[in-house]
């Protein structure tokens, strides 16, 4: 295996309960440096929590989770991010009573002394797409459509210069014109910045258009994994998706 295909966040027999629902079991998991994963599975499979156990809002019952061998287990969402694990949400989180380029800055609140200067934000945005920055810089952020709330929320994650990305369902929401927007931005920014990106997607076309490599979570535990193609055909896979 070639040095840049090491594991680069793993998890080892994690898992995360909810009263009595198992929401991970024991599940083995890891992103490889560089990669761009893909994850999907039917509702409730646990997608959500694995990020949400990766980045530090839960800590697993059971398990541990290493970043390049340091492990990480339960540590503190802050402390996680600081490491360079940089996540967005399901359900869109911004804040209401800052501006554009406020909630863009808001990233950096626990990385560096707080950063009052918004040209940096303005410049991302504008790396990511956003035109007439100028204009959207103070509007707030539920005076936008969905498309641009969204690379808002990845402007504010990127802003503390993570060296991995874990989007949960970015594409939710989008059309398909804006979809296809939305992957052409992301595999630009994956390379600029030297990005390792796993996607959360129930949108199957974008995965298969994105990841070079597709995790299939079912019941908390893995069902599949491999190549896009190779899972697209997989009976198991859709067994699961059909049964849905
Ligand atoms: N904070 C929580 N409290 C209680 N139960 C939870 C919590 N978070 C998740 N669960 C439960 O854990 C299971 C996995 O949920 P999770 O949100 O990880 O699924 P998901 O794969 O992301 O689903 P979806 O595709 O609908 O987003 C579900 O049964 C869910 O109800
Ligand atoms: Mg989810």
Partial sequence: MSKAKNPFLKCEKVTKRFGGITALSELEFEIKKKETLGIIGPNGAGKTTLFNVLSGVHKPDSGTIKLKGEEITGKEPYQIARKG???????????????????????????????????????LLRKLGIEKVELIGQKM????????????????????????????????????????????????????????????????RAIMNI??????????????????????NSEKVKEVYLGE
């Fill in 85 to 123: 694990i940089g996540r967005t949400f399901q359900s869109l989180r911004l804040f209401s009573n800052l501006n554009v380029l406020e909630n863009v800055m808001s990233g950096t609140i626990f990385t560096d002394p707080i950063r009052k200067e918004t040209d940096q934000a303005e410049e």
């Fill in 141 to 204: 952020p539920q005076d936008l459509p969905t498309d641009k709330k969204r690379v808002i929320e990845l402007a504010r994650v990127l802003v503390r210069k993570p060296k991995i990305l874990l989007l949960d369902e970015f594409m939710a929401g989008l059309n398909p014109k804006e979809t296809d927007k939305a992957l052409q931005m992301l595999k630009k920014i994956k390379k600029k910045e030297n990005l390792t990106m796993a996607l959360i997607e129930h949108n199957i």
């Fill in 211 to 232: 990841a070079e490599r597709v995790f299939v979570l079912h019941s908390g535990r893995k069902l599949e994994e491999g190549p896009p193609k190779e899972i697209k």
